[in-house]
């Protein structure tokens, strides 16, 4: 009888030590994908921000996770990203911001998570826009310093205790607001670093200052006269997403949009580069204008020659495009030089 309790203590003493061993080696596997993960953020666009929570002045970061190392990287990401996210910002006196009311009141909710599993393979990356406002009140103007921490298990419990990995940090700069005028977001220039104001051109004109900045890749200037509502609303199921969500949501939608366009992933025929065009044809009323134009586009061995159709409409003297058509006028050997 003692040499069978004997033997009972010491097969139960193995048993916990292979079950300490089990889980030592679990945590180093989880540390080593947590190692192979790499997450960044930058601004999504340039822009001038001011403080407030107005939806219509959000500060837009894009965040990146990508798979660094050689094998299969798999996490977890929450359908509300508070689950999965967090962000900080730290002003000039090393002092936290707080979180947002609606923050505190997400995380705190007693819910169940929903969230999908996300499988990258080596040297992958997925991104998407987060919103700093959706995360910290920033309520005065100032310099501030931003990080993110990216919880590949999700965020469950409040205080550090769940495994998370830091991004790298960007300075954010909050000007001070000029006034009940600075009604929506103002994009800046990448190369003067001004603030761009759309003037009062006539069609022609508009449409030639959009495909220019299209061939030097300068986006900011290439969507300024873009009615980006009635753009993305030419898809009827983006159009019944738009008009679903609150100004907040719809601001994600356009910055989305317009992040789609400059990958070329969506309407490809007025995000792809022309290497020449020619305004052919432009008429006008007192509110709407229509401009067709001639492109030609290169590839390897020909040119493609279209004729794009621009609508446009005015308001408050700015004319911007709302909608576009393309006729298809065959193929060129390919142009060295034009």
């Not at 898809?235 to 366009?261: C, H, M, Q, V």
């Amino acid at each position: 009888m003692h040499d069978r309790k004997k033997a009972d203590i010491m097969e139960k003493g193995v048993f916990q030590v292979k079950k300490l061993f089990a889980i030592c080696l679990c945590g180093l596997v989880f540390a080593g994908s947590l190692c192979a993960t790499d997450i960044s953020i930058r601004f999504f666009d340039r822009m001038v921000y001011y403080p407030g929570n107005s939806p219509s002045e959000p500060v837009l970061v894009q965040v990146t996770i990508t798979n660094d190392e050689t094998d299969t990287l798999r996490f977890k990401l929450a359908d509300q990203h508070f689950f999965s996210l967090d962000f900080t910002a730290v002003n000039t006196r090393n002092k936290n911001l707080e979180h947002t009311e609606d923050w505190g009141r997400k995380r705190n909710s007693n819910q169940q998570i929903f969230f999908r599993e996300i499988s990258l393979e080596p040297g992958e990356a997925y991104s998407f826009i987060e919103n700093i406002k959706d995360y910290v009140s920033i309520d005065m103007p100032g310099m501030y310093i931003l990080e993110c921490a990216f919880y590949p298990e999700l965020k469950r419990l409040s205080g550090d205790s769940e495994s998370s990995i830091k991004s790298n940090r960007l300075t954010l700069e909050i000007k001070p607001s000029p006034g009940p005028a600075a009604v929506k977001l103002l994009p800046v220039s990448p190369i003067t670093a001004e603030v761009l104001q759309a003037q009062p051109i006539p069609p022609d004109q508009v449409i030639t200052y959009m495909l220019t900045a299209r061939q030097k890749s300068l986006w900011e200037q290439f969507f300024l006269y873009m009615d980006m509502d009635r753009m993305l609303s030419r898809d009827p199921s983006r159009s019944r997403r738009f008009k679903a969500e609150s100004e907040a949501g719809r601001a994600l939608i356009r910055e989305n949009y317009k992040s789609e366009l400059s990958q070329t992933k969506i309407d490809t025929e007025i995000s792809t580069i022309p290497v020449e065009f020619r305004i052919e044809r432009t008429s006008y009323t007192e509110m709407e204008g229509t401009v067709t134009v001639i492109e030609w586009f290169n590839y390897k061995n020909f040119s493609e020659k279209k004729r794009f159709t621009y609508l446009l409409s005015a308001r408050d003297g700015i004319w911007r495009v709302y909608d576009y058509t393309v006729d298809n006028l065959g193929t060129e050997e390919r142009k060295q030089t034009r």
